[in-house]
């Protein structure tokens, strides 16, 4: 993909791990394919924007267990073949491969549609990145496109910023986390009975991991707020995103803290959606911006 490949316009498209609403990406001008799910004991697949999120977490904290997998290549086909019919590139963002399987499936499709379109581009990158923090790369890689960035220069500085994009969060019942097998049986016991929630990050491979333990939500939300106080940069004037599983007051609170501390408010306040969802449960809040590193 050299030379006059890269003079061609392009489209950039996602999936629906950024739990972005299509509204929202439709006016960055972003394209996705949605993820799926279903009922632990039914065998009928939903898609990710098919059920509201408040069906979703209503059902789940009446003890639903919801299961997830990666979408074919042949949705992936599908979608990327819609826009190189229309003579445009591809750029596609997809969430990190360190906590789904999916950017595989993009992979597979683009080598087949480049065998198909020998005279397109076609980019896969994995952003490392999921649910808000994917949000926050997409917002940034549309701004810059919007500002009449090549496909090229495009791919340069999401590889830049991306591994800059911290991911804080928290949930408020550690049995989801338990039955993806994140947490032990008895540490999950231990901390429900102490109130304890856990605060965790994603590392630079994408991967979620540990880092701290708070007592009492309302002393989370400050530390995930202390965080952004203490790690974030000022690159892209300290732009950052909000995420949260059906607790938008927690949400509004998270943003007012940072707000009275540094004067900016949020990018955007999103919910989180069914795919991510179903593995961190109702109550889950997290918060995405760019740091010096993760």
């Not at 229309?86 to 789904?100: K, L, R």
């Not at 994917?134 to 500002?147: Q, R």
């Not at 949260?244 to 540094?262: R, T």
Request: net charge neutral; glycine share 8%.
């Amino acid at each position: 993909m050299k030379g006059e490949v890269f003079v061609r316009d392009y489209t950039i498209i996602t999936d629906s791990g950024c739990d972005l609403s299509l509204e929202r990406l439709s006016l960055l001008g972003i394209e996705s394919v949605d993820l799926s799910f279903r009922k632990a004991d039914e065998s009928v697949v939903h898609l990710n924007r098919e059920m509201k999120n408040s069906d979703f977490y209503s059902e789940m904290r009446k003890g639903t267990v919801f299961q997830t997998s990666a979408v074919s290549p042949g949705s992936y086909v599908r979608e990327f073949e819609k826009v190189l019919e229309q003579g445009n590139n591809i750029f596609y963002i997809g969430m990190s491969s360190g906590i789904s399987s999916t950017f595989n499936s993009a992979l597979i499709a683009a080598e087949e549609c480049s065998a198909d379109y020998p005279d397109s581009g076609i980019i896969t990158f994995d952003s490392k990145c999921g649910s808000g923090g994917l949000g926050l790369l997409l917002f940034l890689a549309s701004k810059k496109k919007k500002a009449g960035a090549s496909l090229e220069e495009l791919h340069k500085y999401v590889s830049e910023i991306s591994p800059k994009i911290c991911h804080w969060y928290t949930v408020d019942d550690l049995k989801y986390l338990k039955r993806g097998g994140r947490i032990s049986a008895a540490s999950a016991f231990t901390a429900t009975v102490l109130d304890i929630k856990p605060v965790m990050t994603m590392d630079e491979a994408g991967r979620l991991t540990g880092s701290s333990k708070v007592r009492g939500r309302r002393q989370t939300i400050k530390a995930l707020a202390d965080k952004y106080r203490l790690l974030s940069s000022e690159a892209e004037n300290g732009i950052y995103v909000i995420s949260h599983a059906d607790c938008k007051e927690d949400a509004i609170l998270l943003e007012s803290i940072i707000n009275q501390e540094s004067g900016l408010k949020a990018e955007c306040i999103s919910e989180i959606g069914p795919v991510i969802g179903s593995h961190s449960g109702p109550g889950t809040l997290a918060l995405f911006f760019i740091g010096k590193r993760r």
